[in-house]
Each structure stands twice: as structure tokens, then as C-alpha cells.
């Protein structure tokens, strides 16, 4: 039974399985049939699209050959069109240019101003503009146009050529130089040179489109500015050509006007060569600052050669005056053109006439330092007449005097002497040793000097001034500094032996007063015998002669230095004096003479008198 009952359910589960897939069949062969309806569908439909689009085609294909020909139509009308288009503004255009003339004519034939120069160059663009147009188009009824516009461009130049001159003029006013010695002078203010500048560069390039002489300018500016600098510095010039260098009483450093004017002169010179700089093209700069500076470098370069001719002349005649503002130039000018090196390389050929005057100052200089040492080795004068009195000579004063004022310019000299040292290192051999030259050379003309004097005490007076003045400068001037203590020393020493001639001088008197004294039991022995009192007569008599020679000579001699005077009195006093006292005290009262009075003429006190009275020709 069990059995039975699973067959019969086994049975009834097959038979729902195969329902089920008979029904999913149906399902499929509906879903394929209802694909075919749409396929079928889909190709009819493609079918009638293709077809459509074949129609489209062949109608496409006949209206392009129906719509082409009237395209290239169009195409030749647009081209006609444009064609005529341009034509009439091209006619337009010429015709405009052709009546541009007399309207530009109304705006140029009104003198330019800073405040329409704007509207002026605005103006000579449209008819340079025009010009150029007409020209390029080149018809013959164009050519009177081209004319007559060429024509009021070139008016137009010469009002701005005006323009430039009253601009330029106004800012050229001369000044005072002196005014600005611790700054630099001012130049053109820099909205006139704005404007300067404007025109300058329109004016050139002008001038390279159009032709020369459309423009002067380059000209106005060269003769304006040349004017100036001269008017500028025209008072400067005057007063360094008439400055009388005589009528100082003593010339100070730097007290030359020439130095005034060469400062004012190259910061003139920078000044112009800035401007020039900023308004003249760099191929024309050159020309032009010559153009502006000749004059004034003329005129500086004369009153410089005028100065240094007249100081190689008075080297020449012995006169030495003019070395120190001669070195002075040298100094001032060298380091002029030191700090201006580039303004005087651009001023071209006359940069070098500035550098020439410059050589020709340091040969004038040069040429003193050879004559100024044989001054005193060759005679190329009349001898100076010697002073009676035996005083400090001239030369010997000059000579000293000029040593110290050469200290000034030490740096100066030292360069000229050894042209091979570099400025500014303080360097000194060459000027000592020039210095010890001339010392040494002043020194043996003194000797010389003295030997013309009869009176050997004389001599030694003269020379015992001369050393003690040399000694007296070395010590308290810049110049025994500057020589060094070996100098003072040597002489020191040459006035230590004149001192020592000057008591030997003496040696007549002393000698009266040596003797050999007559003493007996002790005591001098009063009772002389005649030929004992004949000796003592004869020597008071003889000192007394020899000191009245010696006084009176003393007299008629100077030592004007009061220290120099009392030393050599004093070195007197302390040998005349103890030898006469002891000479006196010994046989005024011997009874050597009946008259002593006649033999003894002085006592201590007289004689220290006399000895005050020494070298004072009032006493």
C-alpha cells in the first residue's frame, strides 16, 4: 500500500513539471513571434528611410548645380563691391590729403608754446603722414599737395627751432659761479629740459626723414649755451687777469683768484656736458660740447698761459714771487682735472689743451727748482751789495722764506720733483733732499759772501747772523720738522764756530791784559821800576786803543736778534771783564804814571757800559 501511494505521488509531481515547460514553451514562441512583427517592421521602415534619403540626394545634387553658378555670381559682385569701397576711400583719403595742408597751415602758423607743442607735433604727424601717402601714391595731381604740405612742415620746423631757442634762452641766463662754490652750479631746470628734450628728438629725427637744413637747432643750442658760459664766467676771468699778486703783502695759499675761476670753470664743464648728454643724440654729443665749450676753454687757457708766461718770465729775472700760486695752480688744477677726468676726455681736443696747459704749469714750476738752487751756485746777477752792518742778507731771508711756503704744497712739489711718485702717499725723499741741497748751497754762499768783507770781525758777524736766523726757522717752522733734527744740528754747529771766531776777535785786547805780576815778600810790589811802568803804560795804552776800535766797530755792527745779541755780549763779558778787573785791581794803584787818568780810561762800571752798547749804532 505504501507502495502504491509513492508511485501515485511520483506520477502527479512529473506531470506538473511538464505543464510547466509546455507553458514556458508557448511563452517562447510567442515572445519569437511577436521579434519577427518587429523585425519585419524595422526592415520596412529602413527600407523607406533608404529610399528617402536617395530622394534627398538626388535633389541636393540638382539644386548645388542649380545654386552655384549664382554663387560665383555673388562672390564676383561682393568683389566688385569691396574693390569700389576701397577705391572711394582711397579717393576720399587723397582728397583729404590734398586740402590737409592749408588746415594745418592755420595751427602751425601760430608761434609754438610749451603748453601747444603737444597739439603742434600732433599737427606735423598728419602732414608727414600725408606726405609720405601722396608720394607713395604717386599721381600727378598729387604732387602740388606734396609740395605745399612739404612746405608747411618745414615752416612748422622753424617754429619749433623757435620754440627751442626761447626755451633754451630763458634757462640761459648767466649766473654767478661764486654763488654756488660749496654745490654744484645748476643747469637747465628740468621741465625746460623735458621740453628741450621733446624737440631735440623730434627735431633730429626730422632732420633724418626730411633732409639737413630742416633745423638749426644744434646750432641755437651750441651758440646759446657757448654764450652763456663765457658771460658766466667772464667776471672770473677778469679778476684772475688783473689780480696784481704785487700788492699782497704776503700771497696766502689759495688767495689766487685762477684757482676760483678753474673750480667754477670744470663744474661749468660738467654741468654742460650733463645736459648735452640728455638732449644731443651720442653721435653728435662730442661735437657739440666742443661746440659749447670752446670758447670758454679758449679763454680759460689764455688767461692760464698768461699767468704761467709771466711766472717763467720772472723765474728768469731772478724774481721766484710767482712759484707759490704757480704751485698752487698745479695743485688746484690737477686735482680739477682729477675729479672732472671724464668731463675733460669728452670735451676731445679741447680736454687736451687743458692737460697741455696743465704740463706747462709743472714745467714753469719745474724750471724754478733748477734755478732756484743755482741762484746760489752761479752768479748770474750783479752781486747784491753786502749790508755794512753785517745784518741777515736778503738772500738768506728769501731763501728760508721760500722753504717754508714750499711746506704748503709739500705734496705738490714732492710730485714735480719725482714725477714717478703716486699723489696722496705722503711720500717726502725727493723734496728733503732737495731742501738739504739748497740749505748746503746757501750755506757755502754765505762763506763766500763773507770773504768780501775787509774786516774779518765783520765777517764773522754777518755769518754769525745768517746761521742763528737758519737756526732760529729750523726750530720754530714746519721746516727743521719736516728736515729732521740732523739739520738743525749741522747748523747749530756752524754757529757754534762763527761764536768762537767772534771771542778769538778778541784776542788783541786779551792779550794787553795778560802779564806776568812782580811780587815781593808776598805782596805786589808798588815800587816799579821805570822800564816796569813803562810796560804797564804801554799795555793799558794798547788795550785801551784796541777796546775803543773793537767798541766802536761793535757799534757800526748789527745783530738785530735781541737772544744773539745778549748771548755774544755775554760770552764777551765773562772773559773781558774778570781779566780787566783783575788787570786793574793789580796796578791802577801801583803809581805806574803820575796821570793815571790818562792811561786808565775805563773801571768796571764803564766797562760794562760799553759792553751794553754793543751792535746799537743809537747809543
Request: charged letters at 30%.
Amino acid at each position: 500500500m505504501a507502495i502504491l501511494d509513492s508511485a501515485v505521488s511520483s506520477s502527479a509531481d512529473g506531470q506538473d513539471r511538464r505543464r510547466a515547460l509546455e507553458r514556458k514553451a508557448e511563452q517562447d514562441l510567442e515572445s519569437l513571434q511577436l521579434l519577427q512583427s518587429i523585425l519585419l517592421k524595422s526592415n520596412t521602415l529602413t527600407d523607406r528611410v533608404v529610399g528617402m534619403l536617395d530622394s534627398f540626394d538626388e535633389r541636393l545634387v540638382k539644386l548645388e548645380g542649380s545654386v552655384l553658378p549664382i554663387h560665383r555670381s555673388t562672390q564676383k559682385l561682393t568683389r566688385v563691391y569691396d574693390n569700389l569701397d576701397r577705391s572711394s576711400g582711397v579717393v576720399n583719403k587723397i582728397i583729404l590729403y590734398m586740402d590737409l595742408a592749408p588746415q594745418e597751415d592755420l595751427i602751425i602758423s601760430k608761434p609754438a608754446t610749451q603748453s601747444t607743442l603737444d597739439e603742434y607735433l600732433a599737427s606735423i604727424e598728419r602732414m608727414k603722414e600725408a606726405s609720405t601717402y601722396l608720394e607713395r601714391v604717386n599721381y600727378r595731381a598729387t604732387e602740388r599737395a606734396v609740395v605745399q604740405l612739404n612746405e608747411v612742415i618745414r615752416k612748422a620746423m622753424r617754429q619749433l627751432d623757435g620754440l627751442f631757442k626761447r626755451t633754451l634762452a630763458l634757462c640761459s641766463v648767466p649766473v654767478d659761479p661764486t654763488l654756488y662754490a660749496d654745490g654744484e652750479i645748476p643747469g637747465i631746470p628740468n621741465e625746460d629740459l623735458n621740453t628741450l628734450s621733446t624737440l631735440s628728438k623730434y627735431l633730429n629725427t626730422a632732420e633724418s626723414e626730411l633732409g639737413s637744413g630742416v633745423t638749426d637747432h644744434i646750432k641755437i643750442y651750441m651758440d646759446i649755451r657757448s654764450a652763456y658760459m663765457i658771460k658766466s664766467l667772464h667776471g672770473l676771468n677778469e679778476a684772475a687777469r688783473a689780480q696784481d699778486l704785487r700788492k699782497m703783502v704776503v700771497y696766502r695759499k689759495n688767495g689766487f683768484a685762477f684757482l676760483t675761476y678753474t673750480t667754477c670753470f670744470f663744474k661749468m664743464l660738467k654741468t654742460e656736458r650733463e645736459a648735452v648728454v640728455r638732449l644731443i643724440p651720442r653721435s653728435q654729443a662730442s661735437h657739440v660740447i666742443s661746440g659749447v665749450v670752446t670758447a670758454a676753454v679758449d679763454a680759460f687757457i689764455e688767461t692760464g698761459e698768461a699767468i704761467v708766461g709771466r711766472g717763467k718770465r720772472n723765474i728768469l729775472k731772478r724774481d721766484f714771487g710767482d712759484v707759490y700760486h704757480l704751485l698752487d695752480v698745479v695743485e688746484g688744477l690737477g686735482a680739477a682735472i682729477h675729479e672732472y677726468e671724464g668731463v675733460v676726455k669728452y670735451a676731445g681736443a679741447k680736454g687736451n689743451d687743458i692737460l697741455e696747459l696743465m704740463s706747462a704749469c709743472k714745467g714753469a714750476c719745474q724750471h724754478f727748482f733748477k734755478e732756484f738752487v743755482d741762484e746760489f751756485k752761479i752768479d748770474k746777477v750783479k752781486e747784491q751789495t753786502l749790508s755794512p752792518d753785517g745784518t741777515v742778507h736778503e738772500l738768506t731771508s728769501n731763501t728760508l722764506t721760500t722753504l717754508r711756503r714750499l711746506i704748503d704744497n709739500s705734496e705738490t712739489v714732492e710730485s714735480l720733483l719725482n714725477p714717478n711718485v703716486t699723489p696722496g702717499l705722503g711720500r717726502t725723499e725727493a723734496t728733503i733732499k732737495y731742501f738739504n741741497e739748497v740749505l748746503d748751497a746757501l750755506s757755502q754762499k754765505l762763506e763766500a759772501k763773507s770773504k768780501a768783507y775787509k774786516k774779518p770781525m765783520l765777517s764773522v758777524v754777518f755769518l754769525l747772523n745768517n746761521y742763528h736766523y737758519i737756526s732760529k726757522v729750523l726750530r720754530q717752522s714746519p721746516v727743521g720738522g719736516f728736515l729732521g733734527r740732523d739739520v738743525e744740528i749741522k747748523f747749530d754747529t756752524l754757529l757754534s764756530r762763527q761764536k768762537e771766531l767772534y771771542i778769538n776777535g778778541w784776542r788783541p785786547a786779551l792779550e794787553c791784559l795778560m802779564d806776568t805780576t812782580m811780587i815781593i815778600g808776598g805782596k805786589i810790589d808798588k815800587a816799579l821800576s821805570d822800564p816796569q811802568r813803562k810796560i804797564i803804560k804801554e799795555k793799558f795804552r794798547t788795550f785801551n786803543e784796541t777796546f775803543e776800535d773793537l767798541y766802536k766797530a761793535q757799534k757800526s755792527y748789527a745783530i738785530p736778534d735781541t737772544d744773539l745779541r745778549a748771548q755774544i755780549v755775554k760770552e764777551v763779558r765773562q772773559i773781558i771783564v774778570p781779566l780787566y778787573d783783575r788787570f786793574y785791581e793789580r796796578y791802577s794803584q801801583t803809581g805806574f804814571s803820575k796821570n793815571t787818568s790818562k792811561y786808565i780810561k775805563f773801571d768796571r762800571q764803564a766797562l760794562d757800559e760799553a759792553l751794553d752798547k754793543f751792535f746799537d749804532a743809537t747809543a
